[in-house]
């Protein structure tokens, strides 16, 4: 499809200074350059590179517009942008450009099938270091970390329950795939706007630190003499630590964790997934600390 027209509006209704101005752009196709982030939502590696993340429903693009996150743009549907409008006007930024189109014509998004006609792009923060976030937590501290999670689903999963439960920070692991894929941010439904994470470049030596500083690291691992989660007291400073269901954690990382730690369950059944396993070690630890 080729690209039929364009108006420009230039939106400066300001009420103060945390009013954005909104550029306001009607498109009938999707093969302007600058839409290039929306119609390329599988290449998760160039997002990443160029530091943005896409934001793919509706609850997520609340939270992102709701978040401290920079927001680039939007895509969004007549209806939508009408909805929204108000979320887009009070943000910070000087100026965000919205793109409004019919759904047939998100609905052409390359190997992508949009319902709901609601889309954004928003600007990953740079990330503080463990160091900087530990000094601003609460004690007992409730730290989680993550080995191998190569799965964005899994991975969004994950960082729900920990919004959920109230996790200080999560801890990503050299080996696993970044919060920020567009699939991870869905799964999070928003929550990784929220939630505090840390990629680190060598998680043993992390976990190691972690323990020096008298912080008990629980590795979540079914084996022959794992002790059962609710025989395990998690009320003091801890950090949670998760890896793929199939392998599991890897044995340099288990030889860094204090204990090794298993959910209890039938003979027949040897492991969960590894976000609902997070969801029930994180509610454990919760559940002991009132």
């Known amino acids: 499809m080729r690209f039929a027209s364009a108006l420009f509006i230039a939106a400066s209704h300001r009420l103060n200074s945390r009013v954005a101005t909104l550029r306001i752009q009607s498109i009938q196709s999707l093969d302007l350059p600058e839409l290039a982030l929306y119609s390329t939502l599988r290449r998760t590696e160039e997002h990443e590179r160029a530091g943005v993340l896409v934001a ?52 052409t998004i390359t190997g992508y099938t949009l319902h709901q006609g609601a889309l954004a792009v928003g600007k990953i923060p740079s990330q503080p270091d463990l ?114 269901e199939g392998p599991g954690l890897t044995s340099p990382v288990l030889a860094a964790c204090d204990d090794a730690v298993e959910i209890p369950m039938p003979s027949h059944m040897n492991s969960l997934n590894v976000a609902v396993a997070t969801g029930v070690f994180l509610y454990e630890a919760t559940r002991q600390r009132g």
Request: aromatic share 6%; glycine share 4%.
């Open 56 to 107: 793919t429903n509706v609850k997520v693009v609340k939270r992102l517009l709701a978040s401290r996150f920079a927001v680039v743009s939007a895509l969004l549907t007549p209806a939508w942008f009408t909805q929204l409008e108000p979320l887009l006007r009070a943000r910070p930024e000087d100026e965000i450009t919205v793109y409004v189109a019919e759904q047939s014509v998100l609905e």
């Open 131 to 244: 160091e900087t976030l530990l000094q601003n937590v609460s004690r007992p501290m409730l730290l989680a970390a993550v080995e191998g999670i190569a799965s964005a689903e899994n991975f969004g999963a994950i960082v729900r329950s920990c919004a959920a439960f109230g996790v200080h920070v999560l801890i990503v692991g050299e080996t696993s795939c970044s919060p920020f894929q567009r699939r991870a941010v869905s799964g999070s439904m928003g929550t990784v706007f929220e939630q505090p994470v840390v990629q680190v470049e060598n998680l043993v030596e992390t976990l190691t630190a972690l323990r020096a500083r008298d912080v008990r690291c629980v590795a979540a691992h079914p084996r022959p003499g794992a002790k059962k989660l609710s025989a395990v007291d998690l009320r003091a400073d801890c950090c949670l630590v998760f890896g793929a």
